[in-house]
T-cell receptor, first 117, second 109 residues
C-alpha cells in the first residue's frame, strides 16, 4: 500500500485555469506538507498543516491554498495558474505528536508534475 | 536551523563504499543531522539521522565528528540504484524540513 499518494501524477493545463492536486496518507501522521521543486531542482516548503495550525511560507502566492478535509488528506488548490507555477509538487507527512526518540522523519509522495501552457 | 555545506557532486564505483561529507559548523546542541536522498523523478526518501553518536541502519551509516561540526554518510556497497541527490539537513526536533542543494552522487558501473 502506498503510504503517501498524490493524484494526478501529471497535469497539463492552460494559463488562467484553476486546478487541484490531491494528497492522501495512510500512515496515521498528524502533519502534512506541500513542497515545490522548480526546474532548478530546488525543493521549497510551501505549507505545513496539522489539525491545529497552518503555516504558510510567506513567499507562496495567495493563489495557492491548502484544503484539509481530514487528517489523512491535504489537497492543494491553485487559482489563476501562471507559467511560473510549472514545477513538480510533492506532498509529505510526518508525526509530530509523539516526543523523542521519534525521528520526525518525513514520508514523501511521488510528486505531481504540473505544466502550465 | 543551521546551514549545511555539501560538495555539488561525487562519483563512486559500483560495489565500493560511498562517503558523502557534510559540514555544519554552526550546529547547536539540540539540532539533529538528517540525511535524505532523491532518486530521479521520485519524492525524497529518509535515510538516517543522528544527534551525537554514530548511527547505522539497513541503508547507511552516519558518522558524526566529536565536535559535531561535520558528518559523513556512508553507503557501504554502492549500487547503481543509489545514484541520487543526497541532502544533509540540520534540524531541531519537529521543525520543518528545509532542503539545500545536496550532493549528486553518481554510481559508476
Amino acid at each position: 500500500d502506498t503510504a503517501v499518494s498524490q493524484t494526478p501524477k501529471y497535469l497539463v493545463t492552460q494559463m488562467g485555469n484553476d486546478k487541484s492536486i490531491k494528497c492522501e496518507q495512510n500512515l496515521g501522521h498528524d502533519t502534512m506538507y506541500w513542497y515545490k521543486q522548480d526546474s532548478k531542482k530546488f525543493l521549497k516548503i510551501m505549507f505545513s498543516y496539522n489539525n491545529k495550525e497552518l503555516i504558510i511560507n510567506e513567499t507562496v502566492p495567495n493563489r495557492f491554498s491548502p484544503k484539509s478535509p481530514d487528517k489523512a488528506h491535504l489537497n492543494l488548490h491553485i487559482n489563476s495558474l501562471e507559467l511560473g507555477d510549472s514545477a513538480v509538487y510533492f506532498c509529505a507527512s510526518s508525526s509530530l505528536a509523539r516526543g523523542p526518540p521519534r525521528n520526525y522523519g518525513y514520508t514523501f509522495g511521488s510528486g505531481t508534475r504540473l505544466t502550465v501552457v | 536551523d543551521a546551514k549545511t555545506t555539501q560538495p555539488t557532486s561525487m562519483d563512486c564505483a559500483e560495489g565500493r563504499a560511498a562517503n558523502l561529507p557534510c559540514n555544519h559548523s554552526t550546529i547547536s546542541g539540540n539540532e539533529y543531522v538528517y540525511w535524505y536522498r532523491q532518486i530521479h523523478s521520485q519524492g525524497p526518501q529518509y535515510i538516517i539521522h543522528g544527534l551525537k553518536n554514530n548511527e547505522t541502519n539497513e541503508m547507511a551509516s552516519l558518522i558524526i565528528t566529536e565536535d559535531r561540526k561535520s558528518s559523513t554518510l556512508i553507503l557501504p556497497h554502492a549500487t547503481l540504484r543509489d545514484t541520487a541527490v543526497y541532502y544533509c539537513i540540520v534540524r531541531v526536533g519537529a521543525n520543518n524540513l528545509f532542503f539545500g542543494t545536496g550532493t549528486r552522487l553518481t554510481v559508476i558501473p
